[in-house]
C-alpha cells in the first residue's frame, strides 16, 4: 500500500505559477507511470500530465509548453510545475500512481487561478 500525498496548491493570479507536489510513502520506482490528473467543478477528472518510469513524458494539448512533470526517485516525489497560470486552470489536482497491478491516488490539492 502507498500513500500519495499533493502539497503546493493554492491562489494564483492569471499568469502566475505554482509547482505541485506528490509525496509517496513507499518507491515509486517500480510503478509504470506517475500522472497527475485534474477535476474543475462540474466536470470529469482529467489526465493533464505524465511520466514514464523511464522518463518519457506526456501532455495534455491545453498545458504543452506550460507544464512539466518531473520526478525524484530518491525523494519518492513527482512534481508539477505549471507556468502561465490560466482561469481554466482552476481545480482539484490529484497524483495517481499506476502500476501493474496496483493504482493509487492522492487525496488532491485545491488549485484557484483568479485576479
Known amino acids: 500500500q502507498v500513500q500519495l500525498v499533493e502539497s503546493g496548491g493554492g491562489l494564483v493570479q492569471p499568469g502566475g505559477s505554482l509547482r505541485l507536489s506528490c509525496a509517496a510513502s513507499?518507491?515509486?520506482?517500480?510503478?509504470?507511470?506517475m500522472t497527475w490528473y485534474r477535476q474543475a467543478p462540474g466536470q470529469q477528472r482529467e489526465l493533464v500530465a505524465g511520466?514514464?518510469?523511464?522518463?518519457?513524458?506526456s501532455y495534455d494539448d491545453s498545458v504543452k509548453g506550460r507544464f512539466t512533470i518531473s520526478r525524484d526517485n530518491a525523494k519518492n516525489t513527482v512534481y508539477l510545475q505549471m507556468n502561465s497560470l490560466k482561469p481554466a486552470a482552476t481545480a482539484v489536482y490529484y497524483c495517481?500512481?499506476?502500476?501493474?497491478?496496483?493504482?493509487?491516488w492522492g487525496q488532491g490539492t485545491q488549485v484557484t487561478v483568479s485576479s
Open positions: 495517481r500512481a499506476e502500476g501493474a497491478l496496483d493504482d493509487y
Open positions: 513507499g518507491s515509486i520506482f517500480s510503478f509504470n507511470a
Open positions: 511520466i514514464t518510469r523511464t522518463g518519457s513524458t
